[in-house]
């Protein structure tokens, strides 16, 4: 996985449980709401979470199919890699490889 990408996930990981815990700390007050029309705290972090189940799958959903795309560019019409292939092809600066038999 790309590094930058992972220190993110480590870093909401962090963060969710430093809420995890604030909350925990509120008691039977993480259940009330402080007002008519207005979540509770326990009301808040569920749609968090609910929000980050959702998330989590869409993105690996899209990592799916990331690992299924064939490659793309020069690379994947010569063979890879380029440079080696025996095609001759216009994309290819070297003359073809000479065979086995030769």
Not at 2 to 10: I, Q, S
Not at 43 to 60: A, F, P, R
């Amino acid at each position: 996985m790309n590094h930058r990408l992972n220190l993110r996930f480590e870093q909401l990981e962090r963060a969710t449980n430093q809420l995890l815990a604030q909350v925990e700390l509120l008691g039977e007050r993480a259940s009330t709401s402080p007002g008519p029309g207005q979540w509770s705290a326990v009301q808040v972090v569920h749609h968090l979470l609910v929000s980050e189940t959702g998330i989590n799958q869409y993105i690996d959903k899209k990592l799916a199919q990331t690992e299924d795309l064939e490659e793309a560019g020069v690379g994947a019409f010569c063979g890879p890699p380029c440079c080696e292939c025996s095609c001759a092809c216009l994309f290819c600066a070297s003359p073809p490889l000479p065979s086995s038999k030769d």
